[in-house]
């Protein structure tokens, strides 16, 4: 039975289930609170961190951290908000391309120095978030990309919905970032690649001695994690339309933060994209119920997104760990009284 | 052989050319260069007064650079310094408008500052967390907690002694922040380079495996780095508050990059086991002085924070890449050795 339910399945359900308690407490708490309206604006809140999530998860995965998405969805979104306000002729699909690219090239830069420099990811995108955050600041020489400069079509991509049942809408991007996660999800359990992470993780030493190109795949997780932070830098133009000089700032905390409390190992080596949209997911919930709830100082969000890591990664040591033994042993008991039962299947034959 | 009989034909040349060429002496190097620039660029630079006030402008990310140090040099990595900067300037300030004295803020700061050191350290040492993760999620904690105190308020009004202790000389030319900063720098260096205890934070950083078969109580040494950590940094943060003579929720945000790249800057190995105190003091040095240039230039601070990122980053890479290239050039070495004696061989 116990083999059958993966410790990493365990904290998805968990984070479920806390979900659905945190519904329910602020549903008692909120009038009017379960509604689609609410889903509307929990699921909307979601798409810029969901999508970065999952690049952040790759890192993660490989035993590194990427600490300068936040910089890299400021500047991508500035670019391309200064591109479509200055030609606003442009294809739908060209500034997307050119968002995804210019992200690309710059996790491309954090992936060079960690991978073949061999520079620690938290030194590296230390300053890489600093760094990128420059580039801004004299790209745009203090002015900011207004939303009456921008065209239409991308104005009114927030607003369209897929499905609306009421007051209840799934708009389209929700949608895109949903199908990031799951293509995401499908490379990390079915592509090579994604399999690789997993080992890269959980013993890099193993990884390199199994002949495994540790330094490209760690390079190709950063270059991933750009373009994803380039994708998301475009969703946040989309959503916010002014774009400031401190366009994302502290994104990349918020971003660590659901990947860490999705149950994604910052150890490396175990993690889903689905555990990391759970965990944006929660966060999200928390920070816009706890601005509806009466009861709570809207400053306390901050307090609680660090106890939440903490606990994460506490709960992640201190239960998972212990799980996870139980569950190698199970499997073992289990290997052990299936061959048992073969041999004696074989013996009365022969 | 070879070497010893070039030392004993001058003993002091190659002492001090190996000194030169040591990661210090490289410092020391880049800051002559700064140093120079700058002064002939702008006059007056050089004046002790001019000099006084750069230092004092980032004297607090100074101070907690020498506390970190510890910590880096014993393998961890502390990223809530910043946030707990500001909860202790934040509570000495919330407190006194609660009506609290401020000598007992300032404590009580202080101790918040030592829990905050000793709840990252529990959680690292004791229960085996990571420290990059606990710390980060102090860093944002920590920074909430503050923004629960003050909200989007900004608090002063302290009392004119507190002010005039941060913002005016104590003895001489000198503000009371540079003369605790020297003091640090003593004790620092003591504790370091010269005392039981430093040897322990090597002997930790280097190999924990060894630490502990040693005898070493692992546990202990890095609860007393991070409360270390908490403690200096609390205190750096009353000094701010006091230099400010205001504060608000988001009081020195943003200052753990500085901070990091003063310790990695100085040579101390962000794997832990190695690194001096001089080195961290030279670079403190450096990276003053070179913020001072930028800004005499016309540098925005945005700009100067991307210079410090990318001083960051080269203080790593840099090391990586000789080593890499050393590594390279004795093999290459070795390859053309053997091949010489192959023939000789046959």
């Known amino acids: ?350 | 052989m070879r070497q010893r009989a070039r030392q004993s034909r001058s003993p002091l040349a190659p002492e001090l050319f190996r000194r030169l060429r040591s990661w210090e002496g490289l410092l020391l190097g880049v800051l002559a260069v700064i140093v120079v620039v700058t002064a002939a660029a702008v006059p007056g630079y050089l004046h002790p007064q001019n000099q006084i006030n750069l230092l004092e402008l980032s004297i607090e990310k100074a101070i907690v650079a020498l506390a970190l140090s510890f910590v880096i040099v014993s393998g961890e990595i502390d990223l809530s310094i910043a946030s707990v900067m500001g909860l202790a300037a934040v509570l000495v300030a919330w407190l006194r408008q609660q009506g609290v004295p401020v000598e007992v803020g300032i404590v009580a700061a202080l101790a918040a500052g030592t829990l905050c050191g000793l709840f990252n350290g529990y959680w690292v040492a004791i229960v085996g967390l990571p420290s990059l993760a606990v710390t980060l999620a102090g860093l944002i904690g920590y920074r909430g907690v503050a923004l629960l105190l003050v909200e989007d308020r900004s608090i002063g009004g302290f009392p004119d002694w507190f002010n005039r202790l941060g913002q005016q000389p104590l003895v001489g030319p000198f503000p009371l922040a540079l003369i605790v900063f020297a003091a640090l720098v003593v004790i620092a260096t003591v504790l370091l380079q010269f005392s039981g205890f430093g040897r322990y934070v090597y002997v930790v950083g280097s190999s924990r495996e060894v630490a502990r078969f040693s005898g070493v109580r692992v546990p202990r040494v890095k609860m007393a780095v991070f409360a270390m950590s908490g403690l200096t940094a609390a205190f750096a943060g009353v000094l701010l508050a006091a230099r400010l003579g205001a504060v608000r929720g988001s009081t020195a945000e943003g200052f753990e990059l500085d901070i990091i790249t003063m310790v990695l800057l100085g040579g101390v190995s962000i794997f832990g086991g190695s690194g001096s105190m001089a080195g961290v003091i030279l670079s403190i040095l450096v990276i003053l002085n070179l913020r001072n240039g930028l800004a005499l230039a016309n540098a925005t601070g945005n700009t100067q924070a991307g210079v410090i990122g990318a001083l960051l980053i080269l203080s790593v890479l840099v090391p990586n890449l000789i080593a890499a290239a050393r590594a390279r050039a004795v093999r290459s070495a070795r390859v053309e050795a053997g091949r010489r004696s192959l023939p000789s061989a046959k």
């Open chain 1, 1 to 350: 039975m116990v083999r059958r339910i993966r410790p990493e399945q365990v904290r998805e359900l968990t984070l479920l289930f806390i979900l659905v308690a945190a519904v329910a407490f602020f549903a008692t708490q909120i009038p009017g609170y379960v509604s689609g309206r609410t889903f509307t604006d929990i699921s909307t809140g979601l798409e810029v961190i969901a999508v970065v999530a999952v690049g952040q998860t790759l890192v993660v995965l490989t035993r590194n951290i990427d600490l300068s998405v936040g910089s890299v969805v400021g500047l991508v979104a500035y670019f391309v908000g200064t591109l479509l306000a200055n030609e606003p002729g442009l294809a739908p699909a060209v500034p997307v391309a050119i968002a995804i690219a210019l992200g690309s090239a710059l996790g491309a830069i954090n992936g060079t120095i960690v991978a073949y420099g061999r520079v620690p990811a938290v030194v590296t995108t230390l300053g890489t978030l600093a760094i990128y955050r420059v580039a801004l600041v004299e790209l745009s020489g203090a002015k900011t990309v207004t939303t009456d400069s921008l065209p239409a079509w991308l104005l009114d991509l927030p607003r369209s919905s897929l499905v609306s049942l009421g007051d209840l809408d799934i708009r389209s991007l929700v949608v895109v970032a949903v199908a990031v996660v799951i293509a995401f999800q499908l490379l990390l359990y079915y592509a090579p690649y994604g399999r690789r992470l997993f080992a890269i993780g959980s013993n890099p030493d193993a990884a390199r001695v199994a002949g495994l190109p540790l330094q490209r795949d760690v390079f190709v997780a950063f270059v991933l994690s750009g373009a994803l932070a380039g994708l998301g830098g475009f969703l946040f133009l989309v959503r916010f339309g002014n774009i400031t000089v401190v366009a994302g700032q502290g994104l990349e905390l918020q971003v660590v933060a659901a990947v860490v409390v999705g149950g994604v190992n910052i150890f490396g080596g175990s993690g889903s994209m689905v555990g990391a949209l759970l965990g944006a997911a929660l966060i999200n919930l928390l920070q816009q119920s706890l601005l509806r709830w009466p009861a709570a100082n809207p400053f306390v969000q901050d307090a609680i997104l660090g106890l939440l890591i903490l606990l994460a990664v506490a709960s992640d040591k201190v239960v998972l760990e212990r799980l996870r033994t139980t569950w190698v042993r199970a499997r073992r008991r289990d290997d052990e009284r299936a061959t048992a039962s073969a041999a004696k299947q074989v013996t009365p034959g022969a």
